[in-house]
């Protein structure tokens, strides 16, 4: 099992900066591999952002590259999601995804352990 605790979330006005956390428990969690996505209302959940156990490689949704920027500290269990420039399109909830391999990064079906959530309202 594995416990996922995100955080960092909150009111930001547009063109503004936030950083999330996604605090890991129960195992190895150096072993997995993470995702972000969001879901805004009225819409479906898409994948954000992910990077694997190692930290070599890493995904991108294309409406954020050169915005946001994920990273991970397998020493303290954590991963983290940088957000710059943000825009009230980008408001939405904000929920962090673990699972074994790295096949299919991007599917949300596919992941195992999901944290709560996080909301990020951005105003404009």
């Known amino acids: 099992q594995v416990q996922l605790v995100e955080s960092g979330g909150g009111l930001v006005q547009a063109g503004g900066s936030l950083r999330l956390s996604c605090a890991a428990s129960?195992?190895?969690?150096?072993?997995?591999?993470m995702g972000w996505f969001r879901q805004a209302p009225g819409k479906e959940r898409e994948i954000v952002a992910a990077i694997s156990w190692s930290g070599d490689n890493t995904y991108y949704r294309d409406s954020v590259k050169g915005r946001f920027t994920i990273s991970r500290d397998n020493a303290k269990n954590t991963v983290y999601l940088e957000m710059n420039s943000l825009k009230p399109e980008d408001t939405a909830v904000y929920s962090c995804?673990?699972?074994?391999?790295?096949?299919?990064?991007?599917?949300?079906?596919?992941?195992?352990?999901w944290g709560p959530g996080t909301q990020v309202p951005v105003s404009s």
């Open positions: 995804a673990a699972k074994a391999d790295w096949w299919q990064a991007k599917n949300g079906n596919v992941y195992a352990y």
């Open positions: 129960g195992r190895t969690f150096s072993r997995l591999n």
